[in-house]
């Protein structure tokens, strides 16, 4: 009978079973859920989200909490696993009984578990990049998300092409979800944006060397500029392979090299390169009167002294959804869900570090374009392209 | 017709030939006998007859039939059965359910009846359970039936692999070196074994280095040396042959 | 009773039982994964626990299960079963395919190849994206029979529960049968079944074939309960997951693998509060346990239970 | 041409890398028949563990060998604490004992050393060498040259040396080499040891060329096994060869065929290698002898 013995122990420590979990809603703490890929090959996104959320909720904490309670928050790491992330979602829902869901810092993770929040009717805000995870916002009453969709980051390069007159583009993308959305954007918007795309490159990203991919960009007919998705190490590889084959087609990537670490990693090959951004990575280079500045910068201070780390601008994710979510509770004067998810859909001129956001009924990205800005790597620092 | 027969069997490893030219056969009946000093080829040939190794070059009949390009196992399903010089039991099954795999070629098999539990198979197994408890006994193990093959001493694995082959109701039992290195009285019961077998109507070639054993047992002898036929007969015929008391005389092998 | 029976009806007990314990819709859905998964680890089991074959490419066939029908249903709109048929139908076609030229391997180069074919198709998967999706996964259609969606946990409890039960009954008939047998020996020693008259390869391609079965119905099963999938499900890491928990919890050990999974698929649900200890934690389990546990957690814990009885 | 070249470059780059790693393999494989699944962590710890020395002052040199050491220590730790204890179980066993081990690893270099990914500065510049018109960087150069040495050194190692020797008995035959009184237990442990060092030396010299974080590990480990696989285990030389033919494959199919596949190539020559050449190029074809 020793069989029964393990699996009734295990279970029993598993699940909880002697806690008492059930807690009288309302005036214990409020409750934030999340779940984020805080290790694996999405820790990018998921370890800078994960530590601005503990610090901001401190924070909060300390200066008196929200609505008189203080915030509870409650990390999982789902490893960038979707399986793993619905699980705790369900455990966050279930068992912690969460006010509110933030987290997934991926796509997938995101749309793992869309269908469980709607049946839940809990608000969830969505730190993944794809516009599905909010459209069609009808399918999506309870889903919001943070970030610039990635099909903005890639307009972005295009507007910025088109105006130094590129219109032949020759696209190097990695094989995670993050790269590859970026890469499907990019072929799909090239028609409407009269772009060609002209090359197409893959690379996994635990390569070690993207010479071959570039080089046949290098010897591809007629490509006039560069597009790079991805990130992580492999970015400042491919950046660092560029610059040793000497080639000279300006250079773009997407939003995922928004971090110090891709032009340290690149030892000099990042230098010139564009790249879209919100305005928290380059906000020194605002002007004073822009109302994100003062916010980004102090963003920036805190993570640094916290964790002696720079900011990259998905952490600035997470603090905007945070924000968002606080403010939701203010105004809804509760932590009811319905409330709070009316809240949250008519949060209006809220200024994050990611921009400004303004939700509504149809729009459940609410950030205005204007902040996401083209950024160009300058004697080793991000600056703002003016 | 013999029930076993090799034509110019040859066998080379690497520049090295193990096996020249033999032609041997096997009439039903009798107890038969391999000698031949160490490296005569002795374990070479068995292996070729059950089909491990492939000829380089010659032909194996089984009752006229040519199985010379069949698969071990086909063949065992022809009846032929073996035990090994270095035993080769199924450490992770008990005493009874490596008798039991013995029976496997009488046994449906298949897979998808197995695992639906088909009554036909249910039926063979309560027989073949009962079979081999029959067979345990034969070879004086009964008492061994629940025990893991990998706790047993030398001497029961011995009787175990016989009985195993048994099992499979062979027309051929083949077994290398029964009674290396047993003691006296295992000598003793493995001899009583192998006739008992024999008795039972079952043909047997051994290859077996204990001459007194051999000369006791075996009605008919093949001596090889250096993969050569040197000589074959009844026991009284090989001990008077000349060739073979010098080879075995040579290497210091003395009967 | 027969013996063999005896660990069913314990498994079928707890499955009965568990619902009482199970507080909220959490609980159920980490039961039905740990269901799910010992469904993969019962099949998994026949081949490495019995047969004595590695393999580290399973996710394989767990990915594709999952894939091919919600692909089937999504694309082509054809009815649930049909397209859970298919799919049975395409792991097992190329379980069959790939079975002997592999299996003819043994040991490290046995683990590499199989390991070799799983990273191939969780690469196809994730490059494949107008087809799959991509990374980012694909949403799964509910599983319909007739005008009747099969969702919730409480249903897929029962589902899987049912089919967990029904799973293990199939393997427990087939272990103790000449045809387990002969897996059992082949294992033991492959020239020795091979004298015995015992098909060796083709036992080997059968084990494969159906270990793979199980793997791609427990990959359908999750995808439809789930209502979602993604490549990670077929990858390299789902694969060595699979393999560790039948070690962990005992080759050769049906309910042994089923504890194995358990534990395994509690473990991250248990060790997220150590939060950046949890992989150092993770690790020192894993080696802790098989270091001092070697045959698995129940075939160890058994042996321990006979001795200590036999000494009082 | 120039094309070819600098596919060429690539590849044989990227194949020095794996010969490295692969090295590590077939030396714990040659005396205790053991894939060490955690290989891959050793390169990622001698590359961090540098990382790690330089920024608190070390300078790179002293740095490199202190990682070194650490790395063996590790390694010799693996063996003494993980492997002994458990040297009769069964192979599938040690496989998950590997993987425990490299997830443990993993996870205390995340704690040690961050998520972040680091390079280190190349040993002799940044500026490509131009070959035919095809470029290759001077670390490339250090990548295989120092991959020629060590295969040379082990040659020797394993050739002219009583300890040397002492291995290769102890890999073709446990019991009898114990029997004319080699300590087997120290023959383990130096492999272990020398094996964490070659991968921490591979992890220092691939640094500047891969960047390393916690996890380079995981694939870097993969690769070096498939190459070990594709020249036969416990072949000094077939891992070389085996580090070489996956690394060129990978660079020739991406520049001639495509690079939506790059990364499945090795495991595709893994599977012909094996269908035609069931012990790899240069393994040994054993017989069962019964």
Redesign the interface.
């Known amino acids: 009978m020793t069989q029964r013995t393990v699996i009734a122990a295990a279970l029993a420590a598993a699940l909880g079973l002697a806690a008492g979990a059930a807690q009288a809603q309302g005036q214990g703490p409020i409750k934030i859920g999340s779940f984020l890929a805080v290790t694996g090959g999405a820790s990018f996104l998921g370890d800078p989200e994960a530590k601005t959320l503990r610090l901001y909720v401190e924070r909060i904490n300390k200066s008196g909490g929200v609505l008189g309670r203080q915030l509870q928050l409650i990390v999982h790491d789902s490893a960038g696993d979707a399986k793993q992330a619905a699980t705790f979602a369900k455990r966050l829902i279930e068992d912690d009984k969460v006010d509110i869901l933030i987290g997934g810092s991926t796509t997938g993770e995101t749309m793992a578990i869309v269908k469980m929040v709607d049946e839940a009717e809990l608000p969830f805000l969505s730190l993944g990049g794809a516009s599905v995870i909010v459209e069609p916002v009808k399918e999506r009453k309870w889903v919001f998300k943070t970030p610039h969709s990635d099909r903005l980051a890639v307009q972005k390069v295009y507007v910025d092409m088109k105006a130094r007159g590129l219109t032949a583009v020759a696209i190097i993308a990695g094989s995670g979800g993050f790269d590859q959305s970026c890469r499907k954007n990019a072929q799909e918007l090239a028609p409407t944006m009269g772009m060609r795309v002209v090359a197409d490159e893959t690379y996994a990203p635990t390569d070690t060397d993207v010479t071959p991919q570039l080089t046949k960009i290098k010897n591809a007919a007629g490509v006039q500029a560069v597009l790079g998705c991805g990130f992580g190490g492999i970015t400042s590889i491919t950046a660092k392979n560029y610059k040793q084959l000497a080639m000279t087609q300006p250079f773009y990537f997407n939003h995922g090299v928004g971090s110090k670490q891709f032009i340290t990693g690149a030892a000099g090959g990042a230098e010139g390169i564009r790249l879209p951004a919100a305005a928290l990575l380059v906000a020194a280079d605002l002007p004073d009167s822009d109302p994100q500045k003062k916010p980004a910068l102090e963003y920036a201070a805190a993570y640094k002294a916290a964790f002696n780390e720079d900011i990259s601008t998905f952490g600035g994710h997470a603090l905007d959804a945070l924000l968002i979510a606080v403010d939701a509770f203010k105004r809804a004067g509760s932590t009811d869900k319905k409330k709070v998810r009316d809240a949250i859909e008519s949060t209006k001129g809220l200024i994050g570090v990611d921009g400004i956001f303004t939700f509504s009924a149809a729009d459940h990205n609410g950030l205005d374009e204007a902040s996401f800005k083209m950024v160009v790597v300058q004697n080793g620092e991000f600056r703002l392209l003016k | 017709m013999s029930l076993l027969e090799v034509r110019g069997l040859t066998r080379d490893f690497g520049g090295l030939r193990a096996l020249d030219d033999l032609g041997y056969a096997v009439a039903r009946g009798p107890i038969h006998a391999v000698i031949g000093p160490n490296g005569a080829g002795k374990t070479t040939l068995f292996n070729l007859i059950a089909g491990i190794y492939v000829p380089t070059a010659g032909r194996i009949l089984i009752d006229g039939q040519d199985v010379t390009a069949l698969p071990t196992w086909r063949r065992a399903r022809l009846g032929l059965a073996r035990s090994f010089q270095n035993l080769q039991l199924f450490e992770n099954m008990s005493g009874l359910d490596n008798v039991r795999t013995g029976l496997h070629r009488h046994e449906p098999a298949s897979l998808l009846g197995a695992m639906l539990a088909w009554p036909a198979i249910r039926r063979a197994e309560r027989a073949g359970r009962k079979r081999a408890e029959e067979l345990l006994a034969f070879v004086g193990l009964e008492a061994w039936a629940e025990v893991m093959a990998e706790a047993m001493p030398y001497g029961v694995l011995k009787r175990l692999e016989i009985a195993r082959a048994l099992a499979s109701e062979p027309r051929l039992l083949m077994l290398d070196e029964p009674a290396a290195g047993l003691n006296a009285t295992e000598k003793g019961e493995i001899d009583g074994l192998i006739r008992k077998v024999a008795a039972a109507g079952t043909t047997v070639v051994l290859v077996e280095h204990d001459m007194k054993l051999v000369m006791n047992l075996a009605e008919r002898i093949l001596v090889l040396d250096h993969g050569r036929r040197l000589a074959e007969g009844t026991p009284a015929e090989v001990r008077a042959d000349p060739a073979v008391a010098r080879a075995y005389l040579g290497t210091g092998h003395a009967a | 009773m027969a013996s063999r029976h005896r660990g069913l009806v314990l498994l079928a007990a707890v499955v009965l039982a568990l619902p009482w314990f199970l507080a909220n819709k959490f609980h159920f859905q980490v039961a039905i994964l740990i269901g799910l998964n010992a469904l993969v680890c019962v099949g998994l089991n026949l081949l490495i626990g019995y047969a004595g074959q590695i393999s580290l490419g399973h996710a394989a066939f767990f990915g594709l299960g999952a894939y091919v029908p919600a692909l089937l249903v999504d694309k082509l709109r054809w009815d649930s079963s049909l397209a859970l048929a298919a799919g049975l139908a395409a792991v097992g076609l190329l379980a069959f395919a790939v079975a002997r030229p592999i299996l003819r391997l043994k040991g490290h180069y046995l683990a590499m190849a199989t390991l070799g074919l799983g990273i191939i198709v969780a690469i196809v998967i994730n490059r494949e994206l107008d087809l799959t999706g991509g990374p980012d996964g694909m949403s799964v259609r509910a599983y319909r029979i007739g005008d009747l969606r099969l969702r919730g946990e409480w249903t897929w409890y029962w589902i899987t529960g049912g089919t967990l039960v029904l799973g293990v009954w199939l393997a427990q008939n087939l272990i103790d049968s000449p045809a387990g047998r002969a897996l059992r020996a082949l294992h033991g020693s492959e020239v020795a079944a091979e004298s015995l008259g015992i098909d060796v390869a083709g036992f080997k391609v059968k084990a494969f074939v159906i270990s793979a079965l199980y793997a791609g119905l427990a990959g359908a099963m999750t995808a439809h309960f789930l209502q979602f999938v993604t490549p990670i499900e077929a990858g390299f890491l789902r694969s060595i997951e699979f393999v560790t928990m039948v070690v962990l919890g005992g080759m050769a050990s049906t309910l042994g693998v089923v504890v194995g999974a358990a534990i395994l698929t509690l473990l991250p649900q248990l060790l997220t509060g150590f939060h950046d200890y949890e992989h150092l934690v993770l690790g020192a389990i894993l080696m802790g346990m098989m270091i001092f546990l070697p045959k698995g957690l129940v075939p160890s814990l058994a042996a321990l239970w006979t001795r200590w009885r036999a000494q009082s | 041409m120039a ?1 070819f070249l ?2 060429l ?3 044989l ?2 194949g020095a ?1 794996y010969a490295l790693v692969a090295l590590g393999f077939t030396l714990i ?1 040659s005396s205790s028949h053991v ?1 060490n699944f955690a290989q891959g962590e050793f390169v990622m710890l001698g590359g961090l563990a540098t990382v790690g020395l330089l920024a608190a002052g070390v300078p790179l040199l002293p740095a490199a060998l202190l990682a070194i050491v650490l790395t063996a220590a590790a390694g010799i730790a693996l063996e003494k604490l ?1 492997i002994e ?2 040297r ?6 040690l ?3 590997t ?10 270099a ?2 040690i050393w ?6 280190l500065p ?1 040993f002799t510049g ?1 500026t ?1 060498l131009e070959i035919g018109g095809a ?1 290759l ?1 001077p670390q490339s150069l250090w990548v295989i040259g120092v991959t020629i040495l060590i295969v040379l050194g082990l040659r020797w190692f394993f050739g002219r040396t009583l300890l040397g020797k002492a291995v290769l008995a102890t890999s073709h035959n446990r019991l009898a080499a114990q029997l004319v009184g080699i300590d087997i237990g120290f023959v383990l442990l130096l492999s272990y040891g020398l094996s964490a060092a070659l991968g921490a030396l591979a992890g220092i010299l ?1 640094a ?6 916690y ?2 590990g ?3 480990g ?1 690769k070096g ?2 190459a070990a ?1 594709v020249g036969g ?1 416990g072949s000094g030389a077939g891992a070389v060869v085996g580090g070489l033919v996956v690394g060129l494959a ?2 020739m199919a ?2 001639y065929v495509s ?6 190539v ?3 020559i ?2 012909v290698v ?2 035609f050449m ?3 190029l240069f393994g040994r074809r054993g ?4």
């Open positions: 094309e600098q596919f470059f690539a590849g780059t990227s890398i494989y894939i993980a204890p458990a009769n179980a069964a192979v599938v066993t496989i998950i004992i993987i425990g081990a490299s997830i443990l690893l993993r996870g205390a995340q704690l961050g998520k972040d990914y680091h390079r190349a940044e490509p470029t960087l691939i500047p060329i891969t960047l390393t974080s996890t380079v995981t694939m870097l993969l096994f498939c696989i285990l990978e660079a991406t520049g690079s939506a596949y790059k990364d499945a090795a495991f595709v893994i599977l094996l269908v069931p012990s790899g017989t069962d002898r019964v």
